[in-house]
């Protein structure tokens, strides 16, 4: 109990007859890097919004180190960085970083916050003279300086050249590497992959995957084969040729397989199967749990 | 949350815009309107040029102080705001530390107008009647900071921008700041009474004269102030809610 950081139980938020997140079940222990990868619309900024205490949810509980949202910012344990949420542009980066350690209650040392930011050299620097990156870099000072247990990151690299990128990425390996839980969204698979312990893929709103990012690129390149719950034997499904796992997703059951082929012919013989259908790596499971989840 | 004050108010020194528009401005319009008065002239009970001193501190004040509204505005689109709303920050003290800057934002004006008064047409007055003007001149800022939150947080920035100067300008030529309402024909100058402008200036209009504020006055300020206050309260709550 004590080592789940962040707890999201049923969590659903409506935007008029859209359910930007439905449903969603989410632990997430201490020292865990989890990307929440998924497309554009999947309702990762909602949840991510939700998660801090910003937009209050339909329904379901949040919890951030068993409080609730609002509670755990207030004590300083949540640093973040927002969407698009631009600092305002006349203050210098040195003045936005003090701004941050006066706020919180066991701020790090000025020159370490400007060091692991990689911003060391543009501490008098106004922040409208910034380069992108920079200014993305600059955020994530401001994010970090609190020392907060936990980190959360919203689409932090989407503004960001490739050498950005890296460094960007280089400061919160710095960072996570001191036993800190950070949260990321993406909507690039390489990201999630190269950077997270455990990823966590949403689609309309809901969690279609989750686990290490080997067995989520597997999904990704390999097949997903889906047919009908009803009447369908489940036990032994696993050990058909090519299967790396077997989810029951609502009435549909869910084979992430190498072979799809081989699978399929498998099934045919010793178990039978409704309305089956194959589909490749995650863009497309992305598309078919999308178009999916907006019908109801 | 002394550290945000102190943030905000290093942004406010440095931002071109609060020299020019309420410094510069007024006391460029005050030279040029006291001119053309004559000496001896009385208007609102004092004599001319201190009357003129009075109205245009107070219209430097109220464009400063009014200018912070579309700030708020621009934090607010950029996500600034909301970015604030996720450190231990408390949202009230925000709020509160920009409606305090806001209202400081209106003392640089009274201050510089003032002092060319003093100069230029040798405004007498006791130490302690400059300092009385000053705070008078200061705390009837309020509704005006009010009314600037209100527009902040209930507009986009490409919109808060024009309704904050069409507030400022009506407000302040019918209120009586730059041409005194006494030249006004019979309804205007009854409009002018009911508005928070004019009485504002008369704060400090009363106090050059050593007389205490008149309850109409207050009361009329206190009917605004609550009325902003609303209306700011219920843009606040519009603007966190909607995310």
């Not at chain 2, 528009?21 to 001119?35: A, C, H, R």
């Not at chain 2, 970015?83 to 400081?104: D, G, N």
């Not at chain 2, 009385?132 to 939150?149: D, H």
């Amino acid at each position: 109990m004590d080592d789940i950081v962040v707890r999201l139980t049923g969590l659903t938020r409506r935007f008029g007859s859209v359910r930007a997140v439905n449903g969603l079940d989410l632990a997430i222990a201490r020292g865990t890097t989890l990307a929440l990868l998924g497309p554009n619309g999947a309702g990762k900024t909602t949840a991510i919004s939700m998660m801090l205490g910003l937009t209050q949810p339909d329904a379901g509980t949040v919890t951030l180190f068993g409080r609730t949202p609002t509670e755990a910012v207030r004590a300083g344990r949540v640093g973040a960085m927002l969407q698009d949420s631009g600092v305002v542009p006349t203050a210098t980066v040195r003045e936005v970083v003090e701004l941050a350690r006066a706020l919180y209650p066991r701020p790090l040392a000025t020159d370490r916050i400007l060091a692991m930011a990689g911003l060391a050299d543009r501490a008098g620097r106004r922040l409208d003279k910034l380069s992108g990156g920079e200014a993305q870099r600059a955020r994530f000072a401001f994010a970090l300086s609190g020392a907060p247990d936990l980190m959360v990151l919203d689409e932090p690299t989407a503004a960001m050249d490739v050498a950005a990128r890296q460094a960007f990425w280089a400061a919160i390996h710095r960072y996570a590497a001191e036993g800190r839980t950070v949260v990321f969204t993406t909507h690039q698979l390489p990201e999630a992959d190269e950077f997270a312990d455990r990823v966590v893929v949403l689609a309309a709103g809901r969690v279609v995957a989750d686990g290490p990012p080997a067995q989520i690129r597997a999904l990704a390149g390999g097949r997903t084969v889906t047919f009908d719950a009803a009447g369908a034997r489940l036990e032994g499904l696993e050990l058909l040729p090519g299967v790396r796992s077997v989810q029951v997703r609502g009435d549909r059951v869910v084979l992430t397989t190498d072979d799809a082929d081989a699978t399929v012919l498998a099934l045919a013989a010793g178990h039978g199967f409704r309305n089956l259908e194959v589909s490749a790596g995650l863009e497309t499971a992305f598309l078919t749990l999308t178009a999916a989840g907006t019908e109801h | 949350m002394r550290a945000y004050l102190w943030f905000e108010l290093r942004r406010l020194a440095r931002d071109p815009r609060l020299a020019l528009f309420s410094v510069l401005g007024p006391v460029v319009t005050y030279l040029i309107f006291s001119g053309l008065a004559g000496g001896g002239d009385q208007l609102e009970g004092v004599d001319a040029a201190a009357a003129l001193m009075v109205g245009l501190a107070g219209y430097g004040a109220v464009a400063g102080v009014l200018s912070v509204g579309s700030l708020v505005s621009q934090e607010r689109a950029v996500g600034w705001l909301s970015q604030l709303r996720v450190t231990p920050l408390p949202p009230w003290q925000a709020v509160a530390a920009k409606a305090l800057v806001s209202t400081l934002s209106g003392v640089p004006s009274v201050i510089a107008v003032g002092i060319t008064g003093r100069l230029q047409h040798h405004v007498e007055l006791s130490a302690g009647r400059w300092i009385a003007l000053l705070l008078l001149m200061w705390a009837g800022t309020v509704p005006f900071a009010l009314l600037g939150l209100a527009i902040g947080y209930g507009l986009a920035p490409q919109l808060a921008q024009p309704v904050n100067f069409l507030a400022f300008l009506g407000l302040s030529v019918l209120g009586g700041l730059l041409v005194p309402v006494t030249y006004f024909p019979d309804a205007l100058r009854h409009l002018g009474h009911a508005l928070p402008t004019y009485r504002y200036a008369e704060l400090g209009w009363r106090s050059v004269a050593g007389l205490a504020p008149t309850p109409s006055g207050l009361g009329v300020l206190a009917v605004w102030t609550v009325l902003f206050a609303t209306l700011a309260a219920w843009a606040y709550r519009r603007s966190t809610a909607h995310r």
